[in-house]
C-alpha cells in the first residue's frame, strides 16, 4: 500500500483471463511500456487461445493463409471475361442482330454441323400427289441453313400433319446429308364455295385445302351453306343427269333443301324429294326436244306434273311481241 492507501504489489497470480495480471508484465519484457500495454497484450492473447480452443484445424489452417492463397489464381479475370461475355450475348440479342444471323446463315448449331460435313443436300420425297415439293419443304421446316445432326424428326412430321392435305407422314435421317419424307395425301372430292372463298373439300366435306391456284379446277363445284356435307347427293345427281353431266358447271344447295344445277347459262331447279327422276324427264326432254338449245335461262322441274321454262329477256321480249301482233291481227280480221 502507498501512502495514498493504494495497492501498489500484484493483485494475484493471474488477470482476469487466465493471463499475468496487470503488473506481471515485467516477465515478459514489456517494462518499458508500462502497466496498460501489458494489459491490451494479455488480452489479446486469450482471445486468441480461446479462438483456437473452438475453431477446427481445419478451419483454422485455412483462415491462417493470405488471402490471395485461398483464392483460386484468376478467378477475378474470368469473372470479369464471363460478365462482358455476358453483356455481349445480351446486346447482340437485344439489338435484332442475333435473328438477322439466324435468318441469314440458320442457327448456330446448324451452322457447325454445316461446316462439319452435316447439311441437307438432298430430301427425298414420296407420295406427292397434289402438293408441290417446295410446299413439303416448307411444310417441314427444311431450307438451305438445315442440318442432318440438329434436324427433328418429330416436330417435322407434326408439321406436316398439321397440313389438311396430307393424312399421314414419315420423316428420318439418312446420314451425313440426306432427309427422307414419306407422306399420304386425302383424296380431294370437290370445291366448296361460300361467302366468295373457295375450299377444298374431300369426299366427307372436311375442308383439306384451299383453293389457290388451277390445280384442283376439274373438281366438281358445290355453293352454299352446308353444301360440302351434302356431297354425296351431289354426285349422286351428276351421275343421274346421264349426257347433261358433262354440262354441269356446280350444284347451289339452296335454303338446306333441294339442289339447283348451273349448267351453260341455264339453272335447273330440282324438287326437295324425287329429284333424280326429275333430272331422268330433263334428260328425256332435252334428247326428244332439244329444250336447253333454245333461249331459255332457267327449267323448273320442282313440279312433278309439269315443267316451267324461263325465256332470256330478248327471247321474252321477242315472244310477247310476236303475242301482241297475233292479238292484233285476231282483232283486224
Known amino acids: 500500500m502507498d501512502g495514498g492507501g493504494r495497492n501498489v504489489g500484484p493483485v494475484g497470480a493471474e488477470g482476469p483471463l487466465g493471463g499475468p495480471g496487470p503488473l506481471g508484465q515485467a516477465s515478459l519484457g514489456h517494462g518499458s511500456l508500462g502497466?496498460?500495454?501489458?494489459?491490451?497484450?494479455?488480452v489479446r492473447g486469450a482471445?486468441?487461445?480461446?479462438?483456437?480452443?473452438?475453431?477446427?484445424?481445419?478451419?483454422?489452417?485455412r483462415l491462417a493463409l493470405p488471402i490471395e492463397r485461398r483464392v483460386p489464381r484468376h478467378l477475378g479475370t474470368a469473372a470479369m471475361s464471363v460478365s462482358f461475355a455476358a453483356l455481349a450475348l445480351a446486346s447482340f440479342v437485344g439489338t435484332g442482330a442475333y435473328d438477322r444471323f439466324v435468318a441469314e446463315n440458320g442457327r448456330p448449331l446448324d451452322?457447325?454441323?454445316?461446316?462439319?460435313?452435316?447439311?441437307?443436300?438432298?430430301?427425298?420425297?414420296?407420295?406427292?400427289?397434289?402438293?408441290?415439293?417446295?410446299?413439303?419443304?416448307?411444310?417441314?421446316?427444311i431450307d438451305g441453313h438445315s442440318s442432318v445432326v440438329f434436324f427433328d424428326v418429330a416436330e417435322a412430321r407434326e408439321r406436316l400433319l398439321a397440313v389438311p392435305l396430307i393424312a399421314s407422314a414419315s420423316v428420318?435421317?439418312?446420314?451425313?446429308?440426306?432427309?427422307?419424307?414419306?407422306?399420304?395425301?386425302r383424296e380431294p372430292a370437290a370445291l366448296w364455295q361460300r361467302n366468295g372463298e373457295i375450299a377444298v373439300i374431300a369426299a366427307d366435306g372436311t375442308v383439306i385445302d384451299q383453293m389457290r391456284d388451277d390445280r384442283y379446277a376439274a373438281l366438281p363445284l358445290v355453293v352454299g351453306d352446308d353444301a360440302n356435307l351434302k356431297l354425296k347427293d351431289y354426285l349422286a345427281l351428276i351421275e343421274a343427269a346421264g349426257s347433261l353431266a358433262e354440262r354441269v358447271k356446280a350444284g347451289t344447295y339452296v335454303s338446306g333443301r333441294r339442289w339447283t344445277l348451273k349448267l351453260d347459262g341455264v339453272d335447273i331447279r330440282l324438287p326437295e324429294t324425287g329429284a333424280t327422276e326429275a333430272l331422268a324427264r330433263l334428260v328425256k326432254l332435252e334428247r326428244d326436244n332439244r329444250l336447253l338449245e333454245k333461249d331459255i335461262i332457267a327449267v323448273d322441274l320442282r313440279m312433278p306434273d309439269r315443267i316451267v321454262v324461263r325465256l332470256t329477256e330478248e327471247a321474252a321480249?321477242?315472244?310477247?311481241?310476236?303475242?301482241?301482233?297475233?292479238?292484233?291481227?285476231?282483232?283486224?280480221?
Open 172 to 185: 428420318r435421317k439418312v446420314y451425313p446429308n440426306e432427309i427422307v419424307i414419306t407422306q399420304v395425301e
Open 111 to 141: 451452322v457447325l454441323a454445316r461446316l462439319a460435313g452435316f447439311g441437307v443436300e438432298r430430301v427425298t420425297i414420296s407420295g406427292i400427289a397434289r402438293l408441290y415439293e417446295r410446299e413439303v419443304l416448307q411444310a417441314a421446316g
Open 35 to 42: 502497466p496498460a500495454a501489458g494489459t491490451v497484450a494479455s
Open 317 to 333: 321480249a321477242a315472244r310477247a311481241e310476236s303475242q301482241k301482233k297475233s292479238k292484233t291481227k285476231g282483232t283486224s280480221t
Open 47 to 61: 482471445l486468441a487461445a480461446r479462438l483456437r480452443r473452438f475453431t477446427p484445424p481445419g478451419r483454422r489452417s
